[in-house]
């Protein structure tokens, strides 16, 4: 047996753990190093939320350092949601700003030493199924039950079992995705600082750059495209 | 017919390989964008930046498949669903 890998595989670690089990109904559930790292990023947020929102509320005519940050964190975003959506966009900025903000928060949260929330599947199931809700909410919404009734038997109507199977798919797809390429950064970048401890001195930083910085705004950009594709897709009628 | 834990690890490591074979696929298909999205930039220099997030967001689409293949080594490797 190779003892070296072996031994120093024991360092390898990029699970999730377990911080502190509480009862609930006679269940006992375990808070763990996710709901920690999801907490420090929305105080993070939260942060900056309370600090924008005094800025703006004694805004300069020239602004400051912080309000062009904010104004321009804000134009991107908007920008981001009307090119997408057109003349939707109205009720969905907020949203979509949101999602982008926190996950992209979660996913760049890797470099400050935190586990990334979104390497956890229960972290991007929520997301997918709140982008399920929002895309059939307003499909309701728009097209009416006769305009879905009709989208679900679309070439003929023993094709709606399929059109049924493509609509689940959505937010699973969606959520695998997120999850798996901030997973692979998580092994990745764990091996590395596991097997190669002795000489991973300043190289690791480029990696770091590639999985966390590029990986992670890349699939933060993917994950609120697609959802705003999908929901702009959903408000069309015919 | 009974089988030790040992090779049961053996089989799904042998597995875990196979299953990352499936990064082929995106792999091809992200060079194929890649090199249509060069071929674009070429031709018209001024939508750079529109070929570019264009051609992002399809890669990453396209990954996506491969991600699943990964998701199953993963899976077999440490999380061990086969070993009783």
């Not at chain 1, 009709?150 to 959505?170: F, S």
């Not at chain 1, 699939?219 to 609120?224: I, L, N, S």
């Not at chain 2, 030790?4 to 082929?24: E, K, W």
């Amino acid at each position: 047996m190779g003892e070296g890998i072996l031994l120093s595989a024991a360092d390898i670690d990029f699970m999730v753990h377990g911080v502190f089990p509480y009862e609930l109904f006679g269940q006992t559930v375990w808070i763990t190093t996710t709901h920690v790292c999801v907490l420090i990023v929305m105080l993070v947020i939260i942060g900056f939320c309370i600090a924008a929102n005094r800025v703006v509320k004694h805004a300069a005519e020239v602004p400051g350092t912080f309000q062009n940050i904010v104004e321009l964190v804000v134009e991107m975003l908007d920008n981001m949601v009307g090119g997408v959506m057109g003349k939707y966009a109205v009720g969905f900025r907020n949203y979509i700003g949101t999602i982008f903000i926190f996950i992209l928060l979660s996913n760049i949260s890797g470099l400050f030493g935190l586990r990334p929330p979104t390497a956890d599947y229960g972290v991007t199931f929520a997301l997918g199924i709140m982008t399920f809700v929002t895309i059939h909410f307003n499909k309701f919404k728009h097209q009416k039950v006769k305009g879905v009734i009709r989208g679900l038997c679309d070439p003929w109507p023993i094709w709606a079992p399929i059109n049924v199977i493509g609509d689940v798919a959505v937010p699973i797809s969606l959520s695998l995705r997120l999850f798996a390429n901030i997973l692979s950064g998580v092994v990745m970048m764990a091996l590395v600082y596991g097997l190669l401890a002795k000489i991973a001195v300043i190289w690791p930083a480029a990696l770091h750059v590639y999985f966390d910085l590029f990986s992670g705004a890349i699939q933060t950009y993917v994950f609120c495209m697609l959802t705003m594709t999908y929901i702009t897709d959903a408000c069309t009628t015919e | 017919m009974e089988f030790n834990t040992n090779f049961i690890l053996g089989c799904s490591a042998i597995g875990a390989g196979l299953a990352v074979i499936a990064g082929i696929g995106p792999g091809v298909g992200q060079g194929i964008a890649a090199g249509h999205a060069a071929a674009a930039v070429g031709r018209n220099p001024g939508a750079k930046s529109d070929v570019t997030s264009t051609m992002l967001l399809g890669q990453a689409v396209a990954e996506t498949t491969g991600l699943y293949g990964l998701l199953i080594a993963m899976l077999l490797l440490f999380v061990k669903p086969l070993v009783p």
